[in-house]
């Protein structure tokens, strides 16, 4: 499995980045992936993800903000981040597991070396 995330980038308070991740090694239809940020001294947060369904579930802190999104024909997720805040600098990830959980990091076998999002107030 893997996984390549891409997009970040240093943006403005209530700019809009998106992220891509690009996943390789494993069948869609049978696993979860989750887009988790960690900003420095922080434990690692989920945000978004998606089920094996595409049904999403995200964090109250990116709700209505954030978008997660999948293009299964070319196997890549997409993490499309609106109205940014300062509070949302971080390195953000994807991650595949077969359960889709927001709350617990260790259920994703297979994580990307992460993008790194900067949101300057």
């Known amino acids: 499995v893997q996984l390549v995330e891409s997009g970040g980038g240093l943006v403005q308070a209530g700019g809009s980045l998106t992220l891509s991740c690009a996943a390789s090694g494993f069948t869609r239809d049978d696993y979860a992936i989750a887009w988790f940020r960690q900003a420095p001294g922080k434990e690692r947060e989920g945000i978004a993800c998606?089920?094996?369904?595409?049904?999403?579930n995200y964090a109250d802190s990116v709700k209505g903000r954030f978008t997660i999104s999948s293009d299964n024909g070319k196997n890549t997720v997409y993490l499309q981040m609106n109205n940014l805040k300062p509070e949302d600098t971080a390195v953000y990830y994807c991650?595949?597991?077969?359960?889709?959980?927001?709350?617990?990091?260790?259920?994703?076998?297979?994580w990307g070396q992460g993008t790194h999002v900067t949101v300057s107030s």
């Open positions: 991650a595949v597991g077969l359960i889709p959980s927001l709350m617990y990091a260790d259920f994703y076998d297979h």
């Open positions: 998606l089920n094996s369904d595409n049904n999403p």
